[in-house]
């Protein structure tokens, strides 16, 4: 502050020196003179008390910006990376889906093929058992049919022998044992 007052005050004087020099003579050339040595004056004044100030400004605009190109260099760099960390994950990513994709596809397949085995593991039990059901149906059919055939065949002897007489009803019993005797000795 103390500057400021003082160059405004020699400004003042010098300027003022100028304006007397200037109605004590009335040519031109002289008043041009002191007008340009008034202005040298000034101008020496405001470079002697304005210098530091002006440098010292500028020099510190300047590593203002020298700090802020610095810092906006960091944070490029540090952008970039992130980027870069950022395509990586994403490639990751994508690979890491993938895997994932084909970890459930297989054990998709391994989960399908477990049902079919155990769809025909069902299927193979449900054929037996209907084979034996078959076999046993079949059984009792032929059963049932022999038993159909034993009982007409012993309707149509009992119906051939009542009209025997008992002499011929010993012959065929004797016969008969025979015939059964013989086939017990063949087996």
Do not use: C
């Amino acid at each position: 502050m103390k500057r400021f007052i003082l160059i405004a005050l020699v400004s003042i004087a010098t300027f003022g020196s100028s304006q007397l020099a200037l109605a004590a003579e009335s040519t031109v050339a002289p008043h041009m003179t002191w007008r340009m040595i008034d202005f040298a004056i000034f101008v020496g004044i405001l470079y002697y008390f304005l210098k530091d100030p002006i440098v010292s400004y500028f020099r510190g605009r300047r590593q203002r910006i020298f700090k802020e190109l610095e810092e906006a260099k960091k944070l490029r760099e540090e952008a970039e990376n992130l980027l870069k960390e950022i395509e990586k994950k994403t490639a990751n990513l994508n690979e890491r889906i993938n895997e994932i994709r084909e970890m459930f596809e297989k054990m998709a397949l391994k989960e399908v093929q477990s049902i079919l085995k155990g769809a025909k593991s069902i299927i193979e039990k449900l054929e037996a058992s209907l084979e034996q059901e078959r076999e046993i149906l079949l059984n009792r059919a032929k059963m049932n049919i022999l038993m159909k055939l034993k009982n007409k065949t012993i309707e149509k002897l009992k119906e051939k022998f009542k009209h025997l007489s008992p002499e011929e009803h010993e012959s065929i019993n004797f016969r008969f044992i025979e015939l059964i005797g013989r086939k017990n000795n063949n087996d």
